[in-house]
T-cell receptor
Framework: AQSVAQPEDQVNVAEGNPLTVKCTYSVSGNPYLFWYVQYPNRGLQFLLKYITGDNLVKGSYGFEAEFNKSQTSFHLKKPSALVSDSALYFCAVYSGGYQKVTFGIGTKLQVIP | DGGITQSPKYLFRKEGQNVTLSCEQN?????MYWYRQDPGQGLRLIYY???????QKGDIAEGYSVSREKKESFPLTVTSAQKNPTAFYLC???????????????FGEGSRLTVL
């Protein structure tokens, strides 16, 4: 069975500072890993994904994520946070074929002006 | 533009009533999904369909029903048997089963159901 853990319910960061939202996963075989963002009362929007290749993945809105196979982690990062980045962030894992996508419980990011 | 349309955005229901949430996609995706979102619980899978005229129960299917008569449409009915139906419901689709599929999901804007 596959699973995703987001250990922080909420992350607070000052505007302009770097941010990190943590994610660890468990899956048999090679994982496909994703980050999605959700603004209040909206659907989820795709940010970025790791399939294979470079461990550092770049995505939308200046976000990037680092895949670490030995630590089974896929942390989301941004060098300089914006107030508009405040939202709910979901990490997800997929193992291919007709398998379902498994989501973490989400981490609320609060960027303080 | 291609995408997923959910309606209605907000819905109020009296206890004991069934209600149907609409989900339509024009992405030509074979697979469609319904998720329920509650605060602090992430997304929980209700039902999914990988092809027309076929669907499977997800993790929390009790009190819900679906149909998949057309590729573009995957409506969800919340029945009176669902004990706690107040939630935010999200529909999604993917190209599951295709060789090029990498698992990315495309979401609608959600429907918020409140039981009075």
């Amino acid at each position: 069975a596959q699973s995703v853990a987001q250990p922080e319910d909420q992350v607070n960061v000052a505007e302009g500072n770097p941010l990190t939202v943590k994610c660890t996963y468990s899956v048999s075989g090679n994982p496909y890993l994703f980050w999605y963002v959700q603004y209040p009362n909206r659907g989820l929007q795709f940010l970025l994904k790791y399939i294979t290749g470079d461990n550092l993945v770049k995505g939308s809105y200046g976000f990037e994520a680092e895949f670490n196979k030995s630590q089974t982690s896929f942390h989301l990062k941004k060098p300089s946070a914006l107030v508009s980045d405040s939202a709910l962030y979901f990490c997800a894992v997929y193992s291919g074929g007709y398998q379902k996508v498994t989501f973490g419980i989400g981490t609320k990011l609060q960027v303080i002006p | 533009d291609g995408g997923i349309t959910q309606s209605p955005k907000y819905l109020f229901r009296k206890e004991g009533q069934n209600v149907t949430l609409s989900c339509e996609q024009n992405l030509n995706h074979d697979a469609m999904y319904w998720y329920r979102q509650d605060p602090g619980q992430g997304l929980r899978l209700i039902y999914y369909s990988q092809i027309v005229n076929d669907f499977q129960k997800g993790d929390i299917a009790e009190g819900y029903s679906v149909s998949r008569e057309k590729k573009e449409s995957f409506p969800l009915t919340v029945t009176s048997a669902q004990k706690n139906p107040t939630a935010f419901y999200l529909c999604a689709s993917s190209a599951a089963g295709h060789r090029s599929n990498t698992g990315e999901l495309f979401f609608g804007e959600g429907s918020r159901l409140t039981v009075l």
